[in-house]
């Protein structure tokens, strides 16, 4: 049992460059969400899909957009990346929201 | 909007020595959640308290929830090198769709 799979772990990229991160996950989960954490900054919200085929807004949406592609998974897309996107991405899943979350093992992102 | 904030942001203990991390709300939550992590890791869900002055444990760890629901306390007993990491708690607002609110956490460190 996978949990939660985020890829790729590692990545730099170039200020204007856009990329993809994946998240899968295999429990059955019907909520998936997308944070940042910088340090002392705790976990921030990026997006977040309370189920299938819906997707809002969190915390620090800009510069972000997300896509539920199916229950299993959500994916995080910077279009032109800043070097404020510098940060640990971690890709969370949950039953419901008012129950614990379960994250991916995150993804460390570094923009020069 | 919602703010969990935690206090102490570090605590440097003996092993052996007790260790508590406090979490308030500007709000009323429907319940709290904590998480463990440790260094280079990702977050990993220890526990949820849902009623109004809920006590839990789980060996040498103490969970309390508040009366008022707006505050909640992590204590650990005896702490061992193994409990190094960051405590985050989570509170989930009381109203509207249930978002969850992660605190900025307190990083312990132990010294053997």
């Known amino acids: 049992n996978a949990g939660v799979t985020q890829t790729p772990k590692f990545q730099v990229l170039k200020t204007g460059q856009s990329m993809t991160l994946q998240c899968a996950q295999d429990?059955?989960?019907?909520?998936m969400y997308w944070y940042r954490q910088d340090p002392g900054m705790g976990l921030r919200l990026i997006y977040y899909?309370?189920?299938?085929?819906?997707?809002d807004k969190g915390e620090v949406p800009n510069g972000y957009n997300v896509s539920r592609l199916n229950k299993r998974e959500f994916s995080l897309r910077l279009e032109s990346a800043a070097p404020s996107q510098t940060s640990v991405y971690f890709c969370?899943?949950?039953?419901?929201?008012?129950?614990?979350?379960?994250f991916g093992s995150g993804t460390r992102l570094t923009v020069v | 909007g919602q703010q969990v904030m935690q206090i102490p942001q570090y605590q440097h203990v003996q092993e052996g020595e007790d260790f508590t991390t406090y979490c308030n709300s500007s709000?009323?939550?429907?319940?709290i959640q904590w998480y463990k992590q440790r260094p280079g890791g990702h977050p990993v869900f220890l526990i949820q308290?849902?009623?109004?002055?809920e006590v839990k444990k789980q060996k040498r760890l103490t969970f309390q929830f508040g009366e008022a629901k707006k505050n909640s306390s992590l204590h650990i007993t005896a702490t061992q090198t193994t409990d190094v990491g960051t405590y985050f708690c989570?509170?989930?607002?009381?109203?509207?769709?249930?978002?969850?609110?992660f605190g900025t956490g307190t990083k312990l460190q132990v010294i053997p």
């Open positions: 899909s309370a189920s299938e085929g819906t997707t």
């Open positions: 709000t009323t939550l429907s319940n």
């Open positions: 429990m059955n989960h019907n909520s």
């Open positions: 989570a509170g989930t607002n009381s109203g509207g769709y249930q978002k969850v609110t």
């Open positions: 969370a899943s949950s039953e419901r929201s008012t129950l614990g979350y379960t």
């Open positions: 308290l849902v009623k109004s002055g």
